[in-house]
């Protein structure tokens, strides 16, 4: 049987300047320990000015090197190198889980006839150790409006699928959740690998989560740009709603609804508030705690029935 190519994009950026030589290495060595036989992996440099070409040209490494316009530009510039009928994307800093990642991956895929492919991630520190508090495991797509579902460094997805869309190069942090909302949206077939795939390192843009935030936003208003919630009159005392929905979440909705967040919440209301979700009826409504938890379950209930993900 003839093994379909993947390729393998890592995008790079003055590797040496950023002492991330050795975390390189690794990933490069978890590449070449796949049991795969029909790779292609591409490098796109961002036209590094610190030695990280010659470095690049000391491992034998294929890569192309010219300026872009940040990450997902660099991606998107992969992308179109790409030879295989697979794509994926391995950060410097990340590697794979074992040997087994890529062939697993495609058996997945071809067995299913699945657009794309995603599994279970392991964050780890500088010092390699894993960050318990977020492991993805058993990522529940319900929750796709809520928070990415998976690591990007997990996917596995056809050539022809990312080509249709592309990551907007609009994003800084966050092209990858746009993107893995699209494939979604339109319906693209999907499978899941409930194994560890990859680990993750933590740090880099992503690592800022107040402009994690600030894209997010971005990327809702996009996407739900007819989104309109008017409520009248009284304040009420903020209860405790966290059981339920996280603090970056609720961070998020105060931004997108126009009212701030804190240790206590001020809401204008009235004894009938009248809120307006997707067209939803008016409702009565007699907590913040209520509304809150009301808006994101029907949030999340309104689209997963819209476009039938779940």
Not at 155 to 174: A, G, Q, S
Not at 211 to 237: G, P, Q, R, S
Request: charged share 25%.
């Amino acid at each position: 049987m003839i093994r379909p190519k993947i390729s393998i994009i890592t995008v790079v950026y003055n590797i040496l300047e950023h002492r991330r030589k050795d975390c390189f290495i690794k990933m490069l060595d978890s590449i070449k320990s796949q049991n795969y036989g029909n790779i292609e992996h591409i490098v796109i440099d961002g036209n590094s000015n610190d030695g990280t070409k010659e470095f690049l040209k000391s491992l034998g490494v294929k890569f192309f090197s010219k300026k872009d316009n940040g990450i997902y530009d660099a991606m998107n510039n992969g992308i179109k190198k790409a030879t295989g009928k697979y794509i994926t994307f391995l950060n410097s800093d990340d590697y794979y889980f074992d040997e087994n990642v890529i062939s697993k991956s495609i058996s997945f895929l071809q067995r299913t006839n699945a657009d794309f492919s995603f599994g279970k991630t392991k964050y780890i520190d500088e010092n390699e150790n894993i960050i318990h508090g977020i492991l993805q495991e058993n990522p529940d797509i319900k929750n796709l409006f809520l928070t990415m579902p998976c690591s990007h460094q997990s996917m596995v997805i056809k050539t022809d699928v990312i080509k249709k869309y592309m990551f907007d190069t609009n994003f800084k942090i966050v092209g990858d959740y746009d993107l893995t909302l699209k494939l979604f949206l339109n319906k693209h077939k999907f499978v899941y690998i409930s194994e560890y795939l990859v680990f993750f390192r933590i740090g880099g843009a992503s690592s800022n989560i107040k402009n994690v935030h600030f894209e997010t936003i971005k990327l809702y208003k996009k996407m739900f740009n007819d989104l309109k919630i008017k409520i009248l009159n009284k304040d009420v005392e903020y209860l405790e709603y966290h059981k339920k929905i996280s603090k970056n979440m609720a961070g998020i909705l105060s931004k997108i609804v126009g009212f701030r967040i804190n240790k206590k919440l001020s809401l204008p209301l009235e004894k009938t508030k009248k809120i307006l979700i997707f067209g939803l009826p008016i409702l009565k409504i007699d907590k913040a705690e209520n509304y809150i938890n009301f808006y994101f379950m029907n949030l999340i209930k309104i689209l997963s029935i819209r476009w039938q993900i779940c």
